[in-house]
C-alpha cells in the first residue's frame, strides 16, 4: 500500500503586505485626525454657545438695571406728585380758607 503526501506552499510577497499594512495604518492615523478635527470643532462650538450665552444674560441683566432705574424714576415722580398735590397744594388751600374765614369773620364782627 503506498501513501501519496502532496505539501502546497504559498509564498506571500512580504513588501506588499508591509505596504498594505502601512497604508492602513496612515488611514487610521487620518481617520484619528478627522476625529480630533471634529472634536476641536464641537469644542469651539460650545465655546461660541457659550459666549452668546453669556452675551445674553449681560443684555438681561442691563434690561433689569433699565427697568429698576423706570422703576426709580416713577418712584421719584410719584413722590413729587405726593409732594406737590398733597402738601404744596393743601397747604396753601387750607392757608387761604383760614384766611378766607378770618377775613369772614373779621367781616361780620366789625360790620
Not at 459666549?51 to 416713577?74: D, E, V
Request: zero cysteines.
Amino acid at each position: 500500500m503506498t501513501t501519496t503526501t502532496t505539501t502546497t506552499t504559498t509564498t506571500t510577497n512580504t513588501t506588499t503586505t508591509a505596504l498594505l499594512l502601512l497604508l492602513l495604518l496612515l488611514l487610521l492615523l487620518l481617520l484619528l485626525l478627522l476625529l480630533l478635527l471634529l472634536l476641536l470643532l464641537l469644542l469651539l462650538l460650545l465655546l461660541l454657545l457659550l459666549l452668546l450665552l453669556l452675551l445674553l444674560l449681560l443684555l438681561l441683566l442691563l434690561l433689569l438695571l433699565l427697568l429698576l432705574l423706570l422703576l426709580l424714576l416713577l418712584l421719584l415722580l410719584l413722590l413729587y406728585y405726593y409732594y406737590y398735590y398733597y402738601y404744596y397744594y393743601y397747604y396753601y388751600y387750607y392757608y387761604y380758607y383760614y384766611f378766607f374765614f378770618f377775613y369772614y369773620y373779621s367781616y361780620y364782627h366789625y360790620y
